[in-house]
Structure formats: C-alpha cells, structure tokens
C-alpha cells in the first residue's frame, strides 16, 4: 500500500470480502494500491525476503483464500524478512532475523 488512504478500508476487510472487491478497491485506489498474487497450497512454507513495494510503502497486508470462516489476513509491513506457513484452515506469519 503506497499511502494511507486506503488502509483503513483494507485492512479491516477479510480475505473473502477483499477477493470480492479486489478490482473495484484498485479501481477506487488506483495510486494508493499495489497487488502481488501468490498461490499456495496448504503445509508449503514459503521465505520472502524484503518484497520491493518501492520506497513509499505504508502497508503490506496478506489476504489468503481460505474455504473456512476467518479473518485469513496478516500485516506485515514493519517485518523485512519473514516466513509465510499456510496451515489446513490458516496461516501464520513468522519474522525472520
């Protein structure tokens, strides 16, 4: 997320309703947002190592499409190396060192 504007929006979303709203958000937002999609399987593990949002970044938040009820949101933005664990019905967000 490039500036504020956004963020009180999206981060209160869950990951179904962001999915859901995703292309009219970027629409609504279009020099506040910026999207990366990832997919995953559950049991993966997967590093990141300081993602390049440009210098301007306010907000990383990961939304992860469950078929369980949930939240399935994690931010991210003060870690700069961290470890994505995807679960059966979750997923985790471990910092790195």
Not at 8 to 17: D, M
Request: net charge neutral; no cysteine; aromatic share 10%.
């Amino acid at each position: 997320m490039k500036d504020g504007e956004a963020l009180p929006v999206v981060q209160s979303l869950t990951a179904r309703e962001w999915f859901r709203s995703r292309d009219q958000l970027l629409r609504d937002h279009p020099n506040s947002l910026i999207t990366q999609r990832w997919e995953f399987v559950p049991g993966q593990t997967k590093s990141f190592d300081r993602l390049s949002f440009g210098n301007d970044g306010v907000a990383l938040i990961i939304f992860a499409h469950y078929l369980t009820s949930g939240a399935h949101r994690a931010r991210v933005d003060h870690l700069e190396r961290f470890t994505l664990v995807l679960g059966r019905n979750g997923f985790r967000v471990e910092p790195e060192d």
